[in-house]
């Protein structure tokens, strides 16, 4: 009886392999059954002119497999595009969920989903998963680049430092200059209580990861001055120079009065000669003039105005010349109509943006060192040409 019972055994186990593949397949044949109403239904939404719907319905059909993640990840992308970030979420979402999906997807999915929380404001949720990213390979560099405009956009400058050692790792020139910024950004804190140390350290720092970062240089010009170290802050104002030839119309009064109270102005009119030279600056033409008619005499700062303005004519430039000639003629009746003259051109003057940024051409009258519009740190600079310097 027992020994019939083990001759049974492979036919148990035959039986039982044929209901396997039987189950399988019904399950196979449900599944197609289970698509082919939803790709019906959604058709059926979609005819009846109810997108939304049709969408949701379309999105469930299509079955994440090897050939169909593309597709997954172009529809989402066109989601997004169009302001449609839940549904973009919903089809990131089940990307990512997928257990079978391999390893390179599974990334790509986690980055386009932080992506997604980004750009629906999320940004506890996008910064975990821009944190996820940032161990996978080709994401890193990617993922620090949203990761700063995270902490950018909600002041959080130490948790952006706190990335130093990846974006050192990087080696990328604008992460480095972000960084260089939220350093900037704790020394003005720091500057407000005014702790000498602590700025100069904080911008020491900046300096150190973005050599070219000419706010570290003016925030530390500043702290000197205030600390009468009119020498260290003269310093500073040249380095700007080095820097960014564009800012450094801005510093001119500035470093004026450094070198006055070091009674140094001769040194400091030479210097401003030669990035009149360099440049052609309208800043820094109109204090050479002022020095010219100081040493020389207005006749000479007169004739050396005209002829810059003739060699580089700039409104700027023209509206000191008209009241050059309202000095001299103070006492005469021309002079009412120069004094009409300069104020058509200051009114001119007033309406026209004094600063654009160099990556988005976004136009301000207000410096800003983060571009309100492109965010980008560092790029609003003094307009140049007819109307600007
Ligand atoms: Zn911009």
Redesign the pocket.
């Known amino acids: 009886m027992l020994e019939l019972l083990f001759l049974l055994l492979p036919v148990a186990a035959g039986y039982g392999w044929f209901m396997g593949r039987n189950s399988v397949k019904q399950k196979d044949q449900s599944e197609k059954q289970d698509l082919s109403i939803k790709y019906s239904t959604g058709l059926n939404y979609l005819l009846s002119n109810q997108q939304d719907k049709a969408i949701d319905h379309l999105i469930e059909a299509l079955k994440v497999e090897n050939d169909t993640v593309e597709a997954h990840f172009a529809l989402a992308n066109l989601f997004r595009r169009r302001g449609e970030l839940d549904r973009a979420l919903k089809v990131h979402e089940h990307l990512v969920r997928h257990a079978n999906l391999p390893n390179k997807e599974k990334q790509q999915a986690v980055f386009e989903l932080a992506k997604d929380f980004l750009s629906a404001g999320l940004y506890d949720r996008a910064e975990k998963m821009f944190i996820k990213s940032l161990k996978s390979k080709g994401y890193e560099c990617k993922a620090l680049t949203y990761l700063m405009q995270i902490y950018q956009s909600t002041k959080d400058w130490q948790q952006g430092i706190a990335l130093k050692k990846a974006i050192v790792k990087s080696k990328d020139k604008k992460l480095l200059h972000s960084l260089a910024n939220f350093y900037c950004e704790l020394a003005t804190q720091a500057l407000e209580k005014d702790d000498f140390i602590q700025v100069l350290e904080l911008l020491e720092s900046a300096l150190n990861y973005d050599k070219n970062s000419c706010r570290a240089n003016w925030l530390m010009a500043k702290i000197y001055e205030n600390h009468q170290q009119f020498n260290e802050a003269a310093t500073c104002y040249r380095d700007i120079y080095k820097q960014d030839r564009d800012f450094f119309q801005d510093v001119i009064d500035k470093m004026h009065f450094c070198y006055q109270q070091l009674s140094a102005e001769d040194e400091f009119f030479a210097f401003i000669k030669k990035v009149y030279e360099e440049t052609g600056s309208t800043s820094a033409l109109i204090k050479y003039v002022s020095f010219i008619e100081d040493t020389k005499g207005s006749i000479k700062a007169k004739e050396y105005m005209l002829m810059a303005l003739k060699k580089r004519p700039t409104i700027r430039g023209f509206k000191h010349f008209v009241k050059m000639q309202i000095n001299e003629v103070e006492q005469d009746a021309p002079h009412e109509n120069l004094a009409v003259i300069t104020e058509l051109i200051s009114a001119y003057l007033q309406v026209k943006p004094r600063y654009s940024?160099r990556?988005?051409g976004?136009n301000t009258s207000t410096h800003y060192w983060a571009?309100p519009?492109?965010h980008?740190w560092e790029?609003i600079k003094p307009v140049r040409g007819l109307e600007g310097e």
């Open positions: 940024c990556t988005c976004f571009c519009s492109c980008d790029q």
